[in-house]
């Protein structure tokens, strides 16, 4: 075979792995970008329409305004109380992690105290275990404390969900800073707690916004509590309302699109905006132990 | 007398000043310690609790019955489905994620032009919520009204609908193709990361030492991806184990049993027919094995890195 | 830092003077279980303004998921949080008042409901009645199940009417049936919804879920096997249905027939909603007609011609402390007015319930052929209740269990429905209180 015959099958080879990889990964939220600008016929036509041939902006509309499926004005889009609740939810847990995951990391880099190889154990342990394992319990609990049914309720427990994972990647990153930093400083006058406030914490950017990210992105889209702990449309989340549709209403796909969209693109900026930060953090975390 | 005083107080000072010494990083962690123990420590013991009860949530009257809930759910027929699907769908999913997932970073490091955009937007299918990604599989799948049914019609390449979520054959592994799909990005650009963190002299070193490109991978690249895989498929077996939203959006568990895993089963025991004990046996259960894979992880990460501790 | 004083100064203040306006209003805690997007703001504007023109009496609405409704309910009443008002289905009718939930509106003001009787149809009545107490002030009815056909698929076949025998479906779906087009659409998923049609083909063959006594479940009586038998030969042996029968519901099927996806479908009254939704034209050649029946029923109970759940309702609950009020509120959803009004403003096709909404024309556009039937005083004589007792939740899940093992073929339908009765025997005793 001649150098250039490789060169091009080679060539055609890694285009076409790169077609599928990248269909295979894109196509869902291709079709639903298409769908969403369906007029009601156009959904469900064999041979299925791959651009609309009457493109609306009406389900964007619908979502936006709150019309919803049935097609009549409802006073107030559920689709913004939905929203409005997952970032109360989502905000003060991402709020809640970042602090608490990158005190405790910090305490676990920097420190050398009796109890730590425990605690330590004990986190890598427990990231393994909220989830739909400990529901009934949680859901008790919840009950017992009052929280059933309230977005606190749902703040707690995602924070709990987090945290392990969360103050295992920060310490890896805090590990980072180097102690003379803290030692110049203390020389200096300064308190361990100023060292803290002042020199630790500016540095553990990457750390804090990983935590942050992951935060946000496992309690944003979070179902499985949400649905054993809240039961009123009222406190709904983001999750909970498009399970509804989908499952209950699972004809209004042009709807349910482009409230995925909706949901999705905000999403996408702000991931791919501080891609870059994340992956760092989960090496770190991961790598360095 | 006076000397046992003295030991006592220096026995206590013993204790007190490392305490002391360390009182700040005590403050720092006791906010997340707190949290993760009464979260997600305490709810293990409470369903263990549980599960020696016959409690329902209808009913206000329920006594301990020692261990004949779990002779009731671990004998039923559903049960040893259920672990069976769950076996199939945390084994092959986590297996199928990392064959995916490394092969497809490697690719990603090769030097081609057009893997610097692929490797940027790959990570669509995490970022989805699992609501999203079973949802519009789901929907895409579908017999009557799903895509892919009808351009395999249209394209003469089937004649009849295929019920993907609907016959008992396929359903369960639909579910673990989704989830597949959601995790083999993380998996790709963790691998991705660790392969473009090795410094490009090393291989500048070994090509002068005369090792060809097969030889180079062998015996630089390789190695260090028994960190990526090690973590990827440790993060992998938890996070398809723990998933409950994907199958539920899904399937729901069915057709009958077909494609029911633990968590939706749990989910079922607990909040549809309310019986709460068993859904507590069946969760302990799951913990236990999260805590076998847990143990296994844990040696792993002695022996690979604990450098200093 | 002032600004800030000024700001609390003036909330307390706010907050205090408003208050004795609420103290002399009595408020009303209303749950309602989400119905129809449409229904649900038709119910939450009807509830603004009877707020507004009664001053005294606030209703504090709020929407309850669907498949939790019972479930919610019941904890709370666990808990003695119950609402005022709830709105929901007559099948949780039994549930509740065994439960002590809810409270017989004849009692708290019989002369009301004497004066609401006469407007309603007298089987209607009966739905959300139980031991002879009105309990549910029902907005409208349900109805299944019904046969959706295309009348033109039909006619070019050589049919000038739609089925009317079990013989007569398999032979019309047979000569429809064509890769690709069904000739008949069955919706088999395990939501309630698709067994409440299945429920319907039971009763209408003379079958039923508990015998006369409501003691023993007798759901495996020849009554629900040969229906049973019936949908299996339809999907196994002649082949007539779509592929996906146990992943397809009672939404996705009708919607799948307004696409042209099947010649017929089995579906419940409020069929043409799915056809608005398809996107299909306004002349769409379909009729809706009864649910083909065996020749004659084989159960031994009488056929009923179709069964009705009331899915919308005011109850009022037992726990409440302000009844006489809540009667108020319930009183206006027993107005001929809002009773006319789902047919004629909130268009989900939903069945009236009082009888001079059937001579509206919008009732009469929305079913010619139910109108036909009342006109001739033959629409509701003997139709039944939607099947309801303590436990019919579990027992609809083993229900669409064995439907699902018998269409897939891992258990004859006998067998399939003897473990059914089994499940649900063991359901219905442990909820004797």
Redo the contacts between chains.
């Keep these: 075979m001649t150098e250039i015959t490789r060169k091009t099958i080679s060539v055609a080879l890694v285009a076409i792995v790169a077609v599928i990889i990248f269909l295979v990964i894109w196509f869902p939220m291709l079709w639903a970008v298409s769908t969403s600008f369906k007029p009601k016929g156009e959904v469900y036509k064999v041979p299925p329409v791959w651009i609309p041939q009457h493109p609306t902006l009406e389900m964007y509309r619908r979502v936006w305004t709150g019309r919803s499926a049935g097609g009549v004005t409802e006073e107030g889009s559920p689709w913004g109380r939905y929203v409005t609740n997952s970032l109360i939810v989502t905000g003060t847990t991402v709020i809640f992690a970042m602090i608490l995951a990158t005190f405790a990391g910090y305490s676990l880099a920097r420190f050398k105290f009796p109890g730590r190889t425990l605690i330590f154990i004990l986190f890598i342990a427990s990231q393994m275990f909220p989830g739909p394992m400990v529901m009934v319990p949680i859901y008790g609990i919840m009950v017992k404390l009052g929280l059933y049914n309230t977005l606190a309720g749902l703040i707690v427990i995602y924070t709990a969900s987090v945290l392990p994972f969360t103050t295992l990647i920060s310490v890896g990153s805090l590990r980072n800073i180097p102690h003379e930093l803290e030692e110049s400083a203390m020389i200096d006058g300064c308190s361990r707690m100023g060292v803290f406030f002042r020199i630790v914490l500016p540095l553990s950017k990457v750390a804090v916004i990983t935590t942050g990210i992951f935060a946000f992105l496992m309690s944003f889209g979070e179902y499985a509590f949400a649905v054993v702990l809240i039961t009123g449309s009222k406190r709904f989340t983001v999750p909970l309302g498009l399970a509804r549709y989908i499952t209950a209403f699972d004809i209004y796909w042009n709807e349910i699109s482009a409230t995925i969209l909706t949901i999705a693109i905000p999403l996408i900026f702000i991931f791919f905006a501080a891609q870059k930060h994340f992956v760092k953090g989960i090496i770190a975390g991961s790598l360095k132990g | 007398m006076g000397q046992t005083k003295n030991i006592t107080i220096e026995q206590l000072g013993e204790i007190i000043s490392p305490v002391a010494k360390n009182w700040l990083a005590y403050a720092l962690i006791l906010p997340a310690l707190g949290w993760v123990l009464l979260f997600v420590i305490y709810p293990v013991f409470y369903s263990i609790q549980i599960s020696f009860y016959n409690m329902h949530l209808l009913r206000p009257v329920y006594r301990f019955v020692g261990l004949a809930t779990y002779h009731r759910v671990l004998s039923s027929k559903v049960t040893s489905q259920v672990l069976k699907n769950t076996l199939i769908w945390v084994g092959g999913g986590t297996f199928a994620t990392m064959v995916i997932g490394v092969w497809m970073g490697i690719f990603l490091s090769m030097n081609y032009k057009v893997n610097r955009f692929l490797a940027a937007i790959i990570l669509i299918p995490w970022i989805l919520p699992d609501v999203i990604c079973g949802g519009l599989w789901k929907w895409m799948f579908h017999s009557e009204l799903g895509v892919i049914n009808a351009v395999l019609m249209q394209f003469g390449i089937l004649k009849q609908a295929i019920p993907f979520l609907g016959q008992p054959s396929t359903a369960l592994f639909i579910c673990m193709f989704i989830i597949v799909w959601r995790l083999v990005p993380f998996v790709a650009l963790i691998t991705l990361a660790t392969i473009q963190s090795i410094p490009l002299q090393l291989f500048e070193a070994a090509e002068i030492d005369g090792a060809s490109g097969w030889n180079k991978i062998r015996y630089i690249t390789l190695p260090l991806l028994k960190y990526p895989i090690t973590i990827g498929t440790v993060l992998s077996l938890v996070w398809i184990l723990q998933n409950f939203t994907i199958v539920w959006v899904t399937t729901k568990g069915g057709p009958m049993y077909f494609s029911e895993v633990i968590t939706t089963y749990i989910y079922k025991l607990s909040f549809i027919k309310y019986k709460v004990s068993e859904g507590a046996v069946l969760g302990l259960l799951g913990v236990g094995f999260i805590f076998i894979i847990t143990l296994i992880y844990l040696k792993i990460f002695k022996k690979f890195w604990l450098e200093e501790t | 830092m002032r600004k800030i004083i000024i700001f609390i100064v003036i909330t307390s203040v706010g907050l205090l003077l408003s208050s004795p306006v609420m103290a002399k209003k009595v408020k009303l805690t209303l749950w309602q279980a989400?119905a129809?997007?449409?229904e649900?703001?038709y119910i939450?504007?009807k509830t603004t303004e009877f707020n507004k023109t009664h001053p005294d009496i606030y209703v504090d609405y709020?929407?309850?998921?669907?498949e939790?409704r019972r479930?919610?309910v019941?904890?709370a009443y666990?808990r003695g949080l119950l609402p005022d008002l709830i709105m929901a289905d007559s099948p949780s009718i039994p549930e509740w008042v065994a439960m002590g939930i809810i409270a017989p509106l004849d009692e708290i003001d019989s002369e009301m409901v004497a004066k609401w009787k006469p407007r309603f149809v007298p089987e209607i009545w009966e739905v959300s009645s139980y031991e002879g107490h009105l309990y549910q002030v029902p907005s409208f009815v349900d109805c299944n199940p019904f046969l959706v056909y295309n009348k033109k698929a039909l006619e070019e076949a050589g049919f000038t009417k739609p089925p009317e025998t079990w013989e007569e479906l398999i032979a019309v779906a047979q000569k429809l049936n064509k890769?690709?087009y069904a000739g008949i659409?069955l919706a088999a998923?395990?939501i309630f919804l698709d067994m409440n049609t299945i429920e319907g083909m039971i009763y209408a063959n003379g079958g039923r879920w508990l015998s006369e006594d409501g003691e023993e479940v007798v759901i495996n009586g020849p009554g629900a096997v040969d229906v049973l038998k019936l949908w299996v030969d339809l999907h196994r042996k002649y082949k007539v249905t779509?592929?996906?029968?146990?992943?397809?519901?009672y939404?996705?099927?009708t919607?799948?027939f307004f696409?042209d996806?099947g010649a017929m479908v089995l579906a419940q009254s409020w069929a043409d909603v799915?056809r608005v939704?398809?996107?299909?034209p306004e002349d769409y050649p379909y009729g809706l007609a009864f649910a083909p029946r065996r020749k004659t029923p084989s159960g031994k109970f009488p056929r009923a011609s179709f069964v009705m759940g009331a899915m919308n309702g005011v109850f009022i609950t037992s726990a409440s402390k302000h009844k006489k009020e809540a009667m108020v509120y319930a009183d206006l959803f027993a107005s001929e007015e809002i009773l006319r009004g789902w047919i004629e403003e909130?268009t989900?096709f939903r069945v009236p319930v009082v009888k001079s909404a059937f001579e509206t024309p919008a009732f009469k556009k929305q079913y010619p052929d139910f109108y036909a039937l009342w006109k001739k005083g033959e629409l509701f004589g003997e139709a039944l209740p939607q099947p309801s007792f303590n436990g019919i939740s579990?027992c609809e899940?083993n229900l669409a269990?064995a439907w699902?093992?018998a269409l897939?073929g891992?258990k004859i339908p006998q067998e399939a429905l003897d473990e059914c009765k089994e499940l649900s025997q063991e359901v219905v005793e442990s909820l004797r209180f």
Excluded at chain 3, 62 to 66: A, P, T, V
């Design positions: 989400f129809t997007d449409s649900n703001v939450k504007r709020s929407l309850e998921r669907w939790t479930e919610k019941m904890l666990g890769p690709g659409l998923t395990k779509q592929p996906g029968v146990t992943e397809t519901n939404m996705d099927a919607m799948a696409k996806k799915m939704e398809s996107g299909a909130v989900t579990e899940m269990d699902q093992a897939l891992i």
